[in-house]
């Protein structure tokens, strides 16, 4: 069986990229692509300067707000589809931003920067997933937040995540793209800190605002690079510039340090410390964060700026090595966590280094890390907003350790549970099925490194993603179990902290029947024909063929093998066996994984102490050196106004003395040079 992808980690193709096709101006509905981003940015601005007076109704307007981005997407995607490939993709300019080329005539200086939307099938179906999936999130936030008596401005901030993530995949410059990458930094610090009464809280959302300033100095010195170099930040126009310098050192440069600002935004290795903590927001926060919005902003970057990576092997390689190192560390960092939450947060940390893997892989890499975005977004929603069900029901508690047996008490939460646990284990006919594993078997075709032949490449990558596969399966099947199955740990009154599960409302069940279809069918439905990656082509460019160093049927064989030992390996410790209510000492790798491998430690000791000691340095250097150099300078300055003062007391005898000494000088020195 053939399967379709290029040779991964391939020197730049010249062809792979050019079947993008070139973009036009914006036609027909697509010319109010802008109220995608407007409505609810101007909702959240009502909501946060009308105060109090929204209280009642604030929520609906914002959940009707981007219900309208929803509809405005779908009647953007609707012409497009209708449209023939060449023509699908559009520029719609709104207003110039940085006029910078209207200097003079002669001026030698031509950047300017456009506010301009791109719309093509890669930014739509972003478009589909934050607007449909946000909104959903919404209608369940109206229930969940229900008690919340600052409801009226968490939605705000949700619109405000909205409108910014919007902005980020529609913008056709990486200037664009810039302000909607820091808006949907503002608006995550708001969410994940929304509960700020609690310092962990506050704590958390300054760590991953502060970890995501790392990352966007990365962003940013990639933009200073691509006008240092080629004089524009347009998306279109840098593809170009790639095509023309491959294998430069400036294609190298601009890949590298995108690559940092996707490893802060999509908490990828090193700087993935942030996401776990960001758990302290309202769990909706979560399933935006972790499935429509924010941490899929640097997989979009890398898959976007394909050109740049087509141009520069290392840094392409550079994305795929810190992706297989991700899915590997979240892994097993999910399967020694106990709080629910954190084992989700964990997973999506894994999940996209999957999607970085295949970004990473080449023009086939990005269809398939594109695609398992896509149906990652649905069936982790799922399961973050199941797990929100789960702490309604549960008294908010989120340790699975005192879960166990929930099954019959919350029928309907653990069936949609199951569809999620089922599709990130990627069981066929599941979702995850149909896009996890075709990166795995692109993996399996690596036959370069960093540009150069390395037959040895397929082999490691290949094993490494099914390795992650296995790894998948242990810690989301012990997760299930540990919640749904077993023996009842619940906490009771003798412990203060009774609970009495229940199902969930309407209002919070409707979304998870909704995302549990989705979980179900999304991904064949998009398989059938090549849907999905032919739906890419005009963003992207078209697929070529490619064998990997094990047929297709051995890896998918093999994989589902591993699949199905780690479940059956959970199975029985997590749901077969007792599960102790006490956290067991555990071996030294799990201790580990429990402390995210020691992550927060090394940034201590890498970052924090010598940064710490530098700072310190420049203190003393600033207040011994510089301080001391301006104290001199003003002490001199002090002194001699005090004795220009003395002289100047107002008496005319004083001054016709000076007079007088003057001329006395002057004589003085002419008689010497004479003499």
């Known amino acids: 069986m053939t399967i379709h992808f290029l040779p ?155 409108a910014a993530m919007l902005t980020l995949v529609l913008g056709d410059s990486y200037a664009v793209l810039f302000v909607g990458w820091e808006g949907v930094g503002l608006a995550s610090y708001l969410l994940i800190g929304f509960w700020n009464q609690v310092p962990d809280n506050a704590k958390a959302a300054k760590k991953a605002f502060v970890m995501n300033r790392v990352g966007d100095m990365g962003l940013l010195i990639a933009m200073m690079a691509m006008v240092a170099n080629f004089g524009t930040v347009n998306i279109e126009q840098i593809g170009h510039a790639a095509a023309e310098n491959p294998g430069s050192t400036a294609m190298l440069v601009i890949g590298l340090f995108l690559l940092v600002g996707a490893c802060g935004k999509s908490a990828q290795f090193p700087l993935q410390a942030w996401l776990g903590d960001a758990m302290a927001g309202p769990t909706p926060v979560s399933a935006l964060i972790h499935a429509a919005t924010m941490v899929t902003a640097g997989v979009y970057l890398v898959v976007r700026s394909g050109p740049v990576y087509q141009a520069s092997p290392v840094a392409a390689t550079a994305v795929a ?50 695609f398992h975005l896509f149906t990652h977004g649905f069936f982790k929603a799922l399961m973050f907003l199941g797990a929100g069900s789960v702490m309604h029901g549960m008294g908010d508690q989120v340790n699975i350790r005192r879960f166990g047996g929930l099954s019959a008490a919350m029928k309907l939460t653990w069936l949609t549970f199951m569809a999620g646990w089922l599709a990130i284990l990627g069981v066929p006919p599941f979702s995850g099925f149909w896009s996890k594993d075709k990166i795995i078997e692109a993996a399996f075709a690596v036959d370069h490194f960093g540009g150069t032949p390395a037959p040895w490449a397929g082999w490691v990558f290949g094993m490494v993603a099914m390795l992650g596969a296995g790894l998948t399966a242990f810690y989301m099947s012990r997760l299930f179990f540990m919640i749904f199955h077993g023996q009842k740990r619940w906490t009771s009154e003798a412990e203060g902290a009774p609970v009495h599960p229940h199902e969930s409302g309407v209002l919070m069940t409707a979304p998870l029947v909704i995302l549990a279809v989705c979980a179900v069918a999304i991904g064949g439905l998009l398989s059938i024909g090549n849907v999905f990656t032919t739906w890419l082509e005009p963003a992207i460019g078209g697929v070529v063929h490619a064998e990997p160093v ?118 003085a020195v002419v008689l010497g040079f004479r003499l």
Not at 39 to 51: E, R, Y
Not at 116 to 126: E, G, I, K, N, R
Not at 637 to 661: D, K
């Open 321 to 370: 090595v810190v992706g297989a190192i991700t899915l590997v560390f979240g892994a097993v960092v999910g399967s020694a966590k106990d709080d629910m939450k954190k084992v989700l947060a964990a997973s999506t940390m894994s999940q996209i280094g999957y999607m970085m893997l295949g970004a990473g892989l080449g023009p086939i890499g990005w269809a398939f890390a594109i």
């Open 8 to 162: 991964a980690l391939v020197a730049a193709d010249e062809h792979a990229h050019a079947g993008a096709v070139a973009a036009t101006a914006a036609t027909g509905t697509a010319q109010w692509a802008w109220l995608m981003i407007a409505i609810p940015a101007v909702t959240a601005a009502v909501l946060l300067l009308a105060g109090r007076a929204t209280d009642k109704w604030g929520h609906w307007l914002a959940t009707a707000a981007s219900w309208s981005s929803f509809a405005v997407g779908v009647a953007v995607v609707a012409q497009m589809l209708a449209l023939p490939a060449e023509s699908r993709r559009m520029v719609q300019h709104l207003f110039t931003w940085i006029p910078a080329n209207q200097i003079g005539a002669d001026a030698a200086w031509h950047f300017g920067v456009d506010v301009a939307l791109m719309l093509d099938p890669l930014s739509l179906t972003f478009v589909m997933l934050v607007t449909f999936v946000g909104s959903l999130i919404h209608v369940y936030a109206v229930a969940y937040m229900e008690h919340d008596a600052d409801r009226r401005r968490f939605f705000a901030y949700l619109n405000l995540f909205i």
């Open 550 to 667: 094990l047929p297709v049927i051995a890896i998918q064989i093999g994989t589902l093998v591993l699949v199905l030992a780690g479940a059956a390996l959970a199975w029985k410790m997590y749901a077969a066996s007792e599960v102790p209510t006490a956290v067991p000492a555990g071996s030294a790798l799990t201790r580990a994984a429990r402390e995210d491998l020691y992550q927060d430690k090394v940034n201590e000791a890498v970052f924090v102490v010598p940064g710490s000691a530098l700072v310190r340095v420049a203190s003393v250097g600033d207040s011994a050196a510089v301080d001391g150099v301006v104290k001199g300078v003003a002490a001199v300055s002090t002194g001699t106004g005090r004795l220009v003062a003395f002289t100047q007391n107002g008496h005319a005898r004083t001054y016709a003395s000076y007079v007088l000494g003057g001329v006395v000088l002057a004589l």
